[in-house]
């Protein structure tokens, strides 16, 4: 299997000068601004490239259907520990770098990007380009790999990564309490405070959710501590896809605030994760305020899922940050094909 | 470019005097850092202590087109922080201030010249700490660990600088404000706070950093395990590994190390053993004895010969004492050393050290190894005597040899020390020029003349077809004949 597919559709779009939208299996296409271009299906540069558990790394090509990542994984006690979302049947590895999204695990594992070792690309040029690697550590050369995580094929097409890996937690515990929102935020807080394993938290119209995850003898030993009763059946794979219903009503707002910010008193619908750091905002926002709270609150804004973003999905970068990303854009996609306004309108 | 006393006139326009060095004596403690073989005194030494002061130097040195080096406790083992001769020297000393220290967010927002261990010590009394801990981290500057992505014994379980920081605060090199990251999670846009931990001083000066401070473990207790062969020391990491256990830290050192060390710091190692590895369990007790009886299993069946479990505080950090003083320790038994920080995969460690073991007699040259066994992080250290120019050649001839073995491997040159001017040739081996073309252009976007630490970390693609007639020619390190040495 080789990359000259690739990098002969990349390199006849930049002579054209045709915009090109990458794409794998469009579980993420309501994410970010509204796709254009040709479609360049990665699907078929698929397949798992080397895993070793006990080397903790993953390496997959782009149309490795996430799925299958995470059960090669499972199958020997190994997980990927930020819980990346899916969206829906067929994602794919490559869509899950690209979209650098994170699940409820987030606030206490770490982001996608720092589970992320090393990328081979195809440049705006076609060129083939490789980063990083398969080893923890690595300072050799700028983080680019790290840099792709998030970047929504803007700046190449994610044609292979490497991903660290982390073995499953061997006891799992969740808890629910009841406690109105700023009693959750104060609790979410202290308990951050101490060496607790907790591995997510959820707040919703009056009931908060926490579940512990580690070593057997240190979740019983939090659950004592935390309280509240043993839940069997929690909700943490409908909050991590979105299938709660909390999410069915658009507009959703994400917003990513400093854990310590009080309540966010906009109207609509709220749902509280990563310990407070996370705050999604359903069926209502005017965009204007929303972002204004996002930012009071140490934070920034995303129009998740709506019928309409012409004010653009993401938070709007200041001057000085905006002319780095778009000289990083011209380095990278100087024909400016790849994923064009996918992220912000001027990349 | 500008002259000596264009700069310095330029700079006691907005620093006193005390701020601008340029007398031999007072700029020779700037000639280099930890790397002691490579030195260059700095034209001009700039102290600044307030973050305008910074912007002011920037903007004066880039008007005047000199370029600019920063620095921070001169710790780094890569030259990264090796001054050039035309330019400013800009320490970073003096930013030495907390300045604030959230327990509530579990963040702390310091300066950059605000030591590592520093940053522990004020978070102690709310019951946090900051992670990443290098070896140097009584003397190392955050500002120093952001430039290299500094790791240390923990980082297995805590991850690197990378994983820790939150935002970062500075200047580019025309003196334009830039703020990176945020303490509110995933900024919007690309991952820019990403690219600059690690980029070796070249994109941005940084002023303020803030990072994340975690809840201090209840308990720590460390096994330090025996192995009569040092390739069984190898496995038996990589069975804690399969055993579905991430230790809090996971070292290894050789009997040649351990036989230093002991001289220096009477850590209680087993002096017979070919190889030992300190393995470290932290969390609540009940966690703790549970992962420590697990962990013994493991290592019992994968061929320990002797363990100790540390039986309380003092005697865990006399057990680290020995793994942190290495270096210092090796400094004891040799006029010099020189350290290595090649990643490697795991598994193919035994190979890498018969090839370690061959090249100490190829070269003639003794080499103990410390290894952050956990995560691939080898550091070899050959002994040898700067003063014998012939040994010199012989020990970067050693260290080519060993770090371009570890790129063959599927590993990296530098785990964590950086790239700086020591292993700027094999940056040419690690990469393809397409891919050093593309971090030269990321460099140009932030810093579009190169005056910001030039000469480090990226090399032209003109050194590197030099570099590659020379490796032809079997002599790899003549190719550093620009470079100054002790």
Known sequence: MTLEPFQERIRDAAARGVALRLRGGGTKD????????????????AGIVSYEPTELVITARCGTPL??????????GQCLPFEPPHFGAGATFGGCVASGLSGPRRASAGALRDFVLGARIVDGRGRALGFGGQVMKNVAGYDVSRLLAGSLGTLGLIAEASLKVLPRPAAERSLRLEMPQERALEAMQRWAAQPLPISATAWHDGELLVRLSGPAAGVRAAA?????????????????????????????????????????????????????????????????????????????????RAREKSGGAFAPLGPAAMRLHRGLKAVFDPAGILNPGRLYAEL | MGSRLSVVSALRAFLPARAVLHEEEDTRPYECDGLTAYRQLPM?????????????????????????????????????????????????????????????????????????????????????????????????????????NSGGVHCLKYGLTLHNVLRLRGYTIEGEPIDLGAEAPDAPGYDLLALAVGSEGMLMVVTEVTVKLLPLPQCARVIMASFDDVEKAGEAVAAVIAAGIIPAGLEMMDRPATHAVEQFVAAGYDLQAAAILLCESDGTAEEVDDEIARMKAVLSQAGATRMTVSRDEPERLRFWSGRKAAFPAVGRISPDYYCMDGTIPRKRLGEVLRFIAAMEKKYALRCPNVFHAGDGNLHPLILFDANDAEQLHRTELFAAEVLEKCVEVGGTITGEHGVGVEKINQMCVQFRPDELELFQSIKRVFDARGLLNPGKAVPTLARCAEYGRLRGRGGVAAAHPDLPRF
């Open chain 2, 44 to 148: 001009v030494v700039a102290l600044p202590e307030t973050e305008e002061q910074v912007q002011r130097v920037l903007q004066a040195c880039a008007a005047l087109g000199v370029p600019v080096v920063p620095r921070g406790a001169g710790t780094g083992l890569s030259g990264g922080a090796l001054p050039t001769g035309d330019g400013v020297l800009l320490s970073m000393a003096k930013f030495m201030r907390v300045l604030r220290l959230d327990p509530r967010a579990g963040i702390a927002v310091v300066q950059p010249g605000v030591r590592n261990a520093a940053i522990s010590e004020a978070a102690a009394p709310f019951g946090l700490f900051y992670a990443p801990d290098p070896s140097s981290q009584i003397a190392c500057t955050i500002g120093g660990n952001v430039s290299e």
């Open chain 1, 30 to 45: 309501f994410y970010g601004n509204e796709p254009r271009g040709e479609m360049l299906d990665t699907r078929a540069y």
């Open chain 1, 224 to 304: 004592g501590k935390i309280g509240g009763e043993p839940l069997e059946q929690a909700p943490w794979a409908a909050i991590r896809e979105h299938t709660h219903p909390f999410f069915a009503a658009p507009p959703l707002w994400r917003l990513a605030v400093s854990t310590v910010a009080p309540p966010l008193p906009l109207p609509g619908a709220q749902l509280l994760e990563w310990g407070g750091a996370l705050r999604w905002l359903a069926g209502a926002g005017d965009g204007a305020a929303v972002r204004e709270a996002a930012q009071r609150a140490g934070g920034h804004a995303t129009l998740f």
């Open chain 1, 67 to 76: 799925s299958e990542v995470e059960r090669i994984l499972e199958e020997n």
